[in-house]
């Protein structure tokens, strides 16, 4: 067939003929694709998901637990040494860190439990213990 109409268009003096690329689809294939996206799509229509969101309190906070969370922070913080850090260790005086280090330790707290720590309290937040002792006030957890 290409060179049938190979020979036409040099006959009628056409230089060249753009070819196209044609999909070859029989009846068979287009009808049994046609009614798989018909049945695909009923299925669709006919599955009705129920609209319900079930809601529950988050797990209550105890102090023992936010002392756990505290201590998995900055036992994955680089510059503290785990074996060193105790609840009554002072963030520069005994673990040698620095203003920004407490200001990094700070921030990575603010991320675990999900709030803004007020740089006026944040001064103020040197152990393991007065952190844990901060956020029980703040979630109002007294043991």
Do not use: W
């Amino acid at each position: 067939m290409l060179a049938n109409v190979t020979r036409c268009a040099l006959a009628r003096g056409i230089q060249s003929i753009r070819l196209l690329p044609v999909r070859a689809m029989s009846i068979t294939t287009r009808n049994s694709s046609e009614n798989q996206q018909k049945f695909v799509t009923s299925k669709i229509a006919a599955l009705q998901l129920p609209q319900i969101r079930n809601y529950s309190a988050k797990e209550p906070l105890t102090l023992k637990f936010i002392e756990e969370r505290i201590t998995l922070v900055l036992n994955l913080y680089d510059k503290i040494d785990p074996e060193k850090l105790k609840r009554d260790s002072h963030f520069m005086k005994d673990l040698g860190l620095d203003s920004l280090d407490h200001v990094e330790i700070i921030m990575a707290i603010e991320d675990e439990f999900g709030f803004e720590i007020p740089d006026m309290d944040a001064e103020r937040l040197y152990t393991v213990k007065d952190i844990v002792r901060y956020i029980g006030d703040k979630e109002d957890i007294y043991e």
